[in-house]
């Protein structure tokens, strides 16, 4: 892995924020694989149905929750599009 690559990044600086939890970890991570397939643009133009696939997860509820919290804490910049027809913009941290 590149010491540049968002996903190390996230793992050095939450290794010890005890406000991450195993659900953040699989957003991020099935963010960075999104934005991977993608050529990885900053920001990522996504729909929430499109990660939560990749991250095993049904509930748009704990999907909005996760995100909100990601950008909270400072891992990401999570901007949703509010509409159904318009991906969300997520930036990642550098």
């Known amino acids: 892995m590149e010491a540049d690559n968002p996903l ?3 793992f050095q600086r939450s290794c010890n ?3 991450v939890g195993v659900t953040h970890i699989g957003v991020f991570a099935a963010l960075v ?3 991977a397939a993608s050529g990885f643009p900053n920001p990522v133009q996504a729909f929430s149905y499109d990660i939560m696939k990749i991250a095993k997860i049904s509930a748009l509820r704990t999907y909005c929750r996760c ?4 950008s909270d804490y400072g891992y990401l ?3 949703p599009s509010k509409k159904k027809n318009k991906p969300s913009s997520i930036y990642f941290s550098g």
């Open 8 to 10: 190390s990044v996230f």
């Open 17 to 19: 924020d005890q406000r």
């Open 33 to 35: 694989q999104f934005a």
């Open 67 to 70: 995100m909100r919290e990601l």
């Open 77 to 79: 910049r999570y901007v």
